[in-house]
């Protein structure tokens, strides 16, 4: 079986991206899902250790992580373990993971397969100013709406972040 890909190579330097500010991290879009075919997104992130995202599931792509810089607290399933620069994680379709930036910054590269997913950060982040972290928020976010607009691309929220969790 052989798929019809309607799409262009393409080659990004660093620095070049879509570059997003969104939940208190930067996250440049090195590939969307209408480039890919609805194959795959890419991103690299920077974060600082306030970040930490709620436990969720996804139910329709995987995600594919490889830490640059820092150090990232990730749980996945049953399991928790900190990984460093080099860590690979690989995180399948319908198992509960969060993660949390335990460095004063981490950098890392992922991938969402298949994609979908990579809408919503356009969705719910905004551009840019520059290839920083943003400022620091006005006030907490919109938690009920967050969790409400991630359904909608087949991702539940479980719990809280590992911040919450651990004081």
Do not use: C
Request: cysteine-free.
């Amino acid at each position: 079986m052989t798929t019809a890909f309607n799409t262009k190579p393409y080659l990004l330097y660093s620095g070049q991206g879509r570059a997003l500010w969104h939940l208190g991290a930067l996250m440049n879009f090195k590939a969307l899902g209408e480039e890919t075919d609805g194959q795959f997104w890419a991103v690299e992130g920077l974060a600082d250790k306030h970040m930490a995202v709620p436990l969720h599931v996804h139910s329709r792509e995987a995600e594919v992580w490889y830490i640059l810089e820092g150090e990232i607290r990730f749980t996945i399933g049953e399991e928790t373990k900190v990984g460093g620069p080099g860590t690979f994680a690989y995180i399948p379709p319908h198992v509960p993971h969060t993660f949390q930036v335990v460095s004063e910054t981490a950098r890392w590269f992922g991938f969402g397969i298949a994609a979908g997913l990579d809408q919503w950060f356009f969705e719910t982040g905004e551009p840019a100013g520059a290839l920083t972290l943003p400022p620091p928020p006005a006030g907490p976010p919109d938690v009920e709406q967050i969790v409400a607009s991630l359904k909608a691309y087949g991702t539940d929220t479980l719990g809280p972040p590992p911040a919450m969790i651990e004081g």
